[in-house]
């Protein structure tokens, strides 16, 4: 199988780690820079922007399967992206592509538990541009392809979790005002793009998430744990939002525990982190 990987970042890596020896594998990145990085693991770098609609064009019929992980924009309400990828892969030869959504399309639930039933309802930029290019990706799946969604929440690993926000002792929202906040470790993610590659279902949606359940004060509290630090002091919830940056305001603002029944029944998926105490103290090569 030739795979061609979208976004080689951590994640992204880390999949290739796993599918090397098993599959060809290549590695769309802008900048010559990064070429002996993906070399390293096994990836045959492929030069290209996602943002420069020409120099995709050798990408037509390259790979049998495509693991696209890269964001959109960081501005406006759509994902150029992600349609100037599709428009150079073409409907050809290409059986198979698993994207990394985010959770944020949900939009706030209250609290509430949701399953990929539940209709979108992104009420921010960022949500929505992912909502875009999911959809944009299941016109694309309406075909040949097989195209499987994994809509991601905060993904966390040794070296990617909050820790400048707890050393500075940054407060959190008292328990009875908090947000549910959702978690997956970032080897987890990748393992479960590597399932959707090989059992996800056509057109099919699944909530990429671990056990954990927590609130997000009680996330900061499990990270300081971890880094022998103090608890953050806990405030009202109105003086913490107001303290706090736009971007981080959205997270403070929705709340939801996404179900991850899917990933287990139909991917047969079993966490090697089902809980974030877990995730930080197994991960040490993370």
Partial sequence: MRILIVGCGDVGLRA???LAGHARLYGLIRSPRRAAELRAVGITPVFGDLDDRASLKRLAGLADAVLHFAPPPAQGEHDPRTRRLLAALGRGSLSQLIYISTSGVYGDCAGEVVAE???????????RRRADAEAQLRRFG??????SLLRAPGIYAQNRMPEERVKKGLPAIVSADDVYTNHVHADD?????????FRGRHNRLYNAVDDSGLKMGDWFD???????????PRLPRDQVIAAVTPA?????????RLSNRRIKRELRFRLR????REGLRGSGLA
Wanted: glycine share 2%.
């Fill in 16 to 18: 290739a780690r796993l």
């Fill in 117 to 127: 039933t539940r209709p979108a309802r992104p009420n921010n930029p960022r949500a």
């Fill in 142 to 147: 309406s075909r040949a392809t097989r195209v």
């Fill in 189 to 197: 993610l990748a393992r479960l793009a590597i399932a959707a590659l």
């Fill in 222 to 232: 499990v990270v300081a744990d971890h880094l022998g630090l103090p608890r953050p």
């Fill in 248 to 256: 981080m305001r959205t997270f403070l603002t929705e709340s939801r």
């Fill in 273 to 276: 982190y089902p809980t974030v």
